[in-house]
């Protein structure tokens, strides 16, 4: 919250205090939305629901809209059905749209009722729309003109039908059949000759998305493009509405986070750490460490293998944990870089084969950089042969993990999995295996062991 807002809190808690719903909204006015949103949810469930009264609908629904959706739902059971469907009714059909999904079934089925025949209709077409797809997440909110209007025709359906578009910033040309002809930034309507047509300033440039693209589609179309807003078109270049900036910023934010728990080994939290309770907690993350239980137990087979040489040469056991360390480190940092040029656009499957030969060369470097040292600092425990074997051991190691790290993701992308699924620690949990193996095998071969 900003400085100016902190110096008026005396008066705003006098307000509450008082019950004086109409004075406060009002003094919360020029408040930002997502500021009055925290307010709501500090004040006492009675005040919140008569404070949310006081102010103007579409404000409210704007303000509500900045709630968390675990917000949202407890603030629902908390209204009336008639300040419900106030509510829903001056939602952004997008906004509408992400309320509905992410509630409990039987909560979504209760609130289409109280929409509106076209409001309900308009839900129920946005929610037909595979989920995570742009289909979901656009509105049809948008302003279109023709391109046999003149400038100043076009600037005045502009005034009488732009009130509820979502933003003003880009006009859509559309034929008769509303098929999408072309995107034009409202400043070069401004600036034209008020009696030409509209037809005459046209292009034909414009960037469009499937409604059934995949949302990441639309962060990555946003990014590239530097748009405001992208328009969504069926499969015949028929307009359906458009995804906006704020919404993309939105689905960009959520992705990461869905990646960094990935990347963490823990299934993808649908709420907030600080809302979940540790139940649910459990059982995001026990299934992952299940899984990297048995992978480890590959490991634990290895040293039982070795265990009668190991005996004998025990000095061996001193570079174990240092050889798998490195393994698993330098494999988390090339299946990191993968995973994140893939999610940028930066890579694809096009390009693995580059990719692979870059890192083929970096982990050449890496390895014989590691694996000097180690040779120094086996020369120093046990003589030229161990250091032979612990440098040999560390570079062939290093040089195994770091092609890993890059074939691991393109071979998820390829299975149609989600790159991020290539987590630390499964990569460290193979390199473990991996390193053991390999790391044994060149110790008995250079200190003539027989199985």
């Known amino acids: 919250m900003t400085e100016d807002h902190f110096a008026v809190q005396p008066e705003i808690k006098s307000l509450i205090d008082r019950h004086q719903w109409r004075a406060l909204a009002e003094t919360l006015r ?32 704007d303000i509500f809209s900045h709630l968390d959706y675990d917000d949202q739902d407890a603030f629902l059971k908390e209204l009336s ?55 979901r997440l656009m509105t049809p909110d948008y302003i279109a003109v023709r391109p046999e209007m003149t400038i100043s025709e076009a600037l005045a359906h502009i005034r009488k039908t732009g009130r509820d578009s979502e933003t003003f910033n880009l006009i859509y040309v559309t034929d008769e059949r509303g098929t999408l002809l072309d995107s034009l930034r409202v400043r070069r309507l401004i600036l034209a000759d008020p009696d030409v047509r509209v037809a005459s300033i046209m292009d034909g440039k414009f960037v469009s998305l499937s409604a059934f693209d995949d949302r990441e589609m639309a962060v990555q179309m946003i990014q590239r493009y530097d748009l405001y807003a992208l328009p969504v078109v069926d499969s015949e270049g028929v307009l ?48 992952w460490l ?36 490195s393994g698993g480190n330098t494999g988390a940092q090339s299946a990191t870089l993968m995973v994140r040029g893939l999610a940028t656009g930066d890579l694809d499957m096009g390009r693995w084969r580059r990719a692979f030969g870059k890192e083929l060369l970096v982990g050449a470097m890496l390895g014989l950089t590691t694996g000097l040292l180690t040779f120094l600092l086996g020369v120093y425990r046990g003589g030229i042969q161990i250091g032979l074997v612990a440098g040999l051991s560390m570079l062939s190691i290093v040089m ?52």
């Open 30 to 61: 020029d408040w930002p939305e997502p500021e009055i949103a925290d307010l709501l949810l500090s004040l006492q469930t009675s005040e919140r629901v008569l404070l949310f009264r006081s102010l103007p609908r579409k404000r409210a629904a």
């Open 81 to 135: 059905a008639e300040d419900t469907r106030h509510l829903l009714a001056h939602l952004s059909p997008d906004d509408r749209t992400a309320l509905l999904e992410e509630l409990p079934a039987e909560v979504t089925q209760r609130l289409m009722k109280l929409l509106s025949p076209e409001d309900l209709a308009e839900a129920r077409q946005l929610l037909g729309y595979p989920e995570e797809s742009v289909g």
């Open 240 to 287: 359906l509405g458009i995804v906006t900036v704020d919404d993309v910023l939105d689905v960009a934010e959520e992705e990461a986070t869905e990646d960094f728990h990935k990347w963490g080994a823990v299934a993808p939290l649908e709420t907030p750490y600080s809302q979940a309770p540790a139940a649910f907690l459990y059982r995001k993350r026990v299934g």
């Open 290 to 325: 299940t899984i990297l239980i048995g992978v480890n137990l590959i490991s634990a087979r290895i040293i039982d293998r070795y265990e009668p040489y190991l005996n004998e040469f025990f000095v061996l056991f001193f570079f174990a944990p240092l050889l798998i360390a």
């Open 400 to 451: 195994v993990a770091n092609l890993i790290g890059v074939v691991l993701p393109f071979t998820l992308v390829k299975a149609k999995l989600d790159p991020a699924v290539a987590s630390s620690p499964l990569i460290t949990s193979m390199m473990d295996a991996i390193g053991l193996f390999i790391y044994f095998a060149i110790a008995t071969a250079f200190l003539e062991l027989s199985i």
